[in-house]
């Protein structure tokens, strides 16, 4: 018994010892690195957190104690808080995948260059390249830093400063890995999910997200790029919180939102600098070029949801079945057409206050469901409901300077009464005010049938 348990306890001394030997910490050039003496393959190590060289050079290979070592990974928190670096240069071939906040808390520090070849990276980590190590709270500023093209920098020894990353190899990559990262474009592969503030506070000019089957995209994700002018999204099936919120340069939006059925809070308020700012600038598209936003499959619209973003450019095509409508979700968006609110069966919705004010509807149905409007509707506006029982709770739910407006309490006959200023209801013809679609039995005092 005594001699089993003594072999028991060389063993482990053994196996402790030869851990010590295949990995241990060794410095080279001024950078450290893990090393793994059995596969010779080395890892850039947390010691450099406190590293002193300031130009950083992580190579393909180095030999040590007579040994060539391949550099294959980058530990998590390599860099973390080094104020000293003021290159870093990821030339490693072997190099695929950049870890979680590699070079956090750097920000108010050296560094002002970055190389490295994005089209051999597959993966990227959250926060990798975000100095200031904020994921949450108030918006980050831009990075002190550029990105190089380490590829250029190899060959012949020249700086390219990369304005558009390549992606195409890129699987993933983490939440709020490229705060207030310095490019110009950016073309999101489908393979590529779009983690919460992702490029929040970029100074992005143009985004194409390509992806016919594309998933959700999250919060934050393009929140304050002031400098981006064109969106391209080919689809999504869900869009969250404040994912365009603050980008109040915006010329041009090209999305389809047909397949969406969720749109969170602000993410289109791009124009919504001030609580009253409107927006007259951004046009809209759907992804072919078409001046139509397609929301028929929406079935949540959050507050401000588009408030402030010129949505009215385009000709909108209105849920079909509609869950949830909150405040602001319309507000200012210009909007001079005909207007639908049809909620899911079995559903009630009520039209909050503000929803749709600082539009100029033409016409504005409520299906059956809609059982309180509290918004404000613009001067001539005909309002038709499926239910006698809509209640109007605001005064001034019609038009706050004149009240013209006109409230149908069915569309099957010609019960037509104001609710404030008087209308002259013989102008209310349908030759005037054309019905767009599905409505067929409406009677105006003309006593025309569309």
Same mark, same amino acid.
């Given at each position: 018994?005594?001699?089993?348990?003594?072999?028991?306890?060389?063993?482990?001394?053994?196996?402790?010892?030869?851990?010590?030997?295949?990995?241990?910490?060794?410095? =080279?050039?001024?950078?450290?690195?893990?090393?793994?003496?059995?596969?010779?393959? *080395?890892?850039?190590?947390?010691?450099?957190?406190?590293?002193?060289?300031?130009?950083?050079?992580?190579?393909?290979?180095?030999?040590?104690?007579?040994?060539?070592?391949? =550099?294959?990974?980058?530990?998590?928190?390599?860099?973390?808080?080094?104020?000293?670096?003021?290159?870093?240069?990821?030339?490693?071939?072997?190099?695929? +995948?950049?870890?979680?906040?590699?070079?956090?808390?750097?920000?108010?520090?050296?560094?002002?260059?970055?190389?490295?070849?994005?089209?051999?990276?597959?993966?990227?980590?959250?926060?990798?390249?975000?100095?200031?190590?904020?994921?949450?709270?108030?918006?980050?500023?831009?990075?002190?830093?550029?990105?190089?093209?380490?590829?250029?920098?190899?060959?012949? /020894?020249?700086?390219?400063?990369?304005?558009?990353?390549?992606?195409?190899?890129?699987?993933?990559?983490?939440?709020?890995?490229?705060?207030?990262?310095?490019?110009?474009?950016?073309?999101?592969?489908?393979?590529?999910?779009? %983690?919460?503030?992702?490029?929040?506070?970029?100074?992005?000019?143009?985004?194409?997200?390509?992806?016919?089957?594309? /998933?959700?995209?999250?919060?934050?994700?393009?929140?304050?790029?002031?400098?981006?002018?064109?969106?391209?999204?080919?689809?999504?099936?869900?869009?969250?919180?404040?994912?365009?919120?603050?980008? +109040?340069?915006?010329?041009?939006?090209?999305? %389809?939102?047909?397949?969406?059925?969720?749109?969170?809070?602000?993410?289109?308020?791009?124009?919504?600098?001030?609580?009253?700012?409107?927006?007259?600038?951004?046009?809209?598209?759907?992804?072919?070029?078409?001046?139509?936003?397609?929301?028929?499959?929406?079935?949540?619209?959050?507050?401000?949801?588009?408030?402030?973003?010129?949505? /009215?450019?385009?000709?909108?095509?209105?849920?079909? *079945?509609? $869950?949830?409508?909150? $405040?602001?979700?319309?507000?200012?968006?210009?909007?001079?057409?005909?207007?639908?609110?049809?909620?899911?069966?079995?559903?009630?919705?009520?039209?909050?206050?503000?929803?749709?004010?600082?539009?100029?509807?033409?016409?504005?149905?409520?299906?059956?469901?809609?059982?309180?409007?509290?918004?404000?509707?613009?001067? %001539?506006?005909? =309002?038709?409901? *499926?239910?006698?029982?809509?209640?109007?709770?605001?005064? +001034?739910?019609?038009?706050?300077?004149?009240? %013209?407006?006109?409230?149908?309490?069915?569309?099957?006959?010609?019960?037509?009464?104001?609710?404030?200023?008087?209308?002259?209801?013989?102008?209310?013809?349908?030759?005037?005010? /054309?019905?767009?679609?599905?409505?067929?039995?409406?009677?105006?005092? $003309?006593?025309?049938?569309?």
């Amino acid at each position: 018994m005594k001699k089993k348990l003594l072999l028991a306890i060389y063993l482990v001394a053994l196996f402790a010892c030869l851990f010590a030997i295949t990995a241990f910490a060794v410095e =080279v050039d001024g950078v450290y690195y893990t090393l793994d003496t059995n596969n010779k393959v *080395a890892t850039v190590s947390t010691e450099n957190r406190t590293a002193t060289t300031q130009i950083v050079t992580i190579p393909s290979t180095f030999e040590y104690e007579g040994a060539a070592y391949k =550099v294959t990974s980058i530990s998590n928190d390599a860099f973390y808080g080094n104020k000293t670096v003021k290159e870093l240069r990821i030339l490693s071939e072997y190099i695929t +995948k950049i870890p979680s906040s590699m070079i956090a808390s750097t920000n108010g520090g050296a560094l002002e260059k970055i190389y490295i070849d994005f089209s051999k990276i597959t993966s990227i980590g959250s926060a990798a390249f975000n100095p200031s190590s904020q994921t949450n709270g108030n918006s980050p500023v831009a990075n002190s830093f550029y990105y190089y093209d380490a590829k250029a920098f190899i060959e012949n /020894g020249t700086d390219v400063v990369i304005t558009e990353p390549d992606f195409s190899n890129c699987t993933s990559i983490g939440s709020a890995a490229f705060q207030g990262a310095k490019f110009e474009k950016l073309v999101i592969p489908e393979g590529i999910a779009l %983690n919460n503030q992702v490029f929040r506070c970029s100074t992005i000019e143009e985004l194409d997200i390509k992806g016919a089957n594309r /998933g959700a995209i999250s919060y934050y994700v393009f929140s304050s790029c002031v400098n981006l002018e064109t969106i391209r999204i080919e689809s999504l099936s869900s869009i969250s919180n404040d994912v365009f919120s603050g980008c +109040k340069n915006v010329k041009e939006i090209y999305i %389809n939102l047909s397949n969406c059925t969720s749109i969170g809070s602000s993410t289109f308020s791009i124009g919504n600098v001030g609580y009253d700012q409107g927006n007259t600038t951004t046009q809209w598209y759907n992804y072919q070029g078409e001046k139509i936003v397609d929301l028929s499959n929406v079935k949540t619209i959050s507050e401000k949801a588009f408030s402030s973003s010129n949505l /009215g450019s385009a000709k909108i095509i209105w849920p079909t *079945a509609l $869950d949830t409508l909150s $405040d602001q979700a319309f507000r200012k968006c210009n909007i001079n057409q005909p207007l639908y609110i049809n909620p899911a069966e079995g559903k009630t919705i009520t039209i909050p206050f503000w929803c749709m004010n600082g539009n100029k509807f033409t016409f504005a149905y409520f299906g059956k469901g809609v059982k309180t409007v509290s918004s404000c509707f613009e001067t %001539n506006c005909i =309002v038709v409901c *499926a239910e006698d029982s809509v209640n109007f709770t605001h005064e +001034k739910v019609f038009d706050q300077t004149t009240g %013209n407006a006109i409230y149908c309490k069915s569309y099957t006959g010609t019960d037509v009464s104001s609710r404030a200023t008087v209308y002259n209801i013989a102008s209310a013809t349908s030759e005037k005010y /054309g019905l767009c679609g599905f409505i067929a039995t409406v009677k105006f005092a $003309d006593e025309t049938t569309q």
